[in-house]
């Protein structure tokens, strides 16, 4: 089974985190799990700046990113924004779904009319919704 490289949560709700983590985990998707607090971390994890900047400037880059809307310092709005402005090798071919508590219809609206957001999920991530995610953006990779 082909595996994804690295998957990246964004979320400051460590349970979150933690649940998700452990699907993914369990899914056997990926052998890398990073996870950021918020948006401005997750920035410097893609950009290999601030607390991950790395002297060999080398990060799994994710092929996923699961993002929250709601977060303190950046959200994920502000995120998104902040991602789309970035290098094209910084970017390509990275996934990004909201994975949120949000039940606005607005929320979702807003997401699929952002180019750089590719799905839309309430939380919590179910093994149903990740197989789904993997078999629309990723497929050949689940066995």
């Known amino acids: 089974m082909k595996k994804l490289n ?54 799994p880059k994710p092929m996923l990113i699961f993002l929250d809307i709601n977060m303190p310092v950046m959200d994920g709005w502000e995120f998104a924004e902040a991602f789309s402005k970035l290098d094209e090798n910084q970017k390509e071919k990275i996934i990004i779904i909201m994975l949120t508590s ?20 309430t939380k919590i991530l179910t093994m149903e919704a990740l197989v789904s995610i993997m078999n629309t953006y990723f497929p050949g990779y689940l066995s």
Request: proline letters at 3%.
């Open 6 to 59: 690295s998957v990246l949560l964004v979320d400051d709700d460590v349970a979150t985190n933690f649940i998700s983590k452990m699907l993914i985990k369990k899914a056997g998707i990926t052998d890398h799990i990073e996870t950021v607090l918020n948006g401005r971390q997750a920035l410097e994890y893609l950009t290999n700046t601030g607390k991950y900047e790395r002297s060999d400037g080398v990060f």
């Open 102 to 121: 949000s039940l606005n219809p607005d929320d979702k609206e807003k997401a699929s009319n952002l180019p750089v957001i590719s799905g839309f999920h």
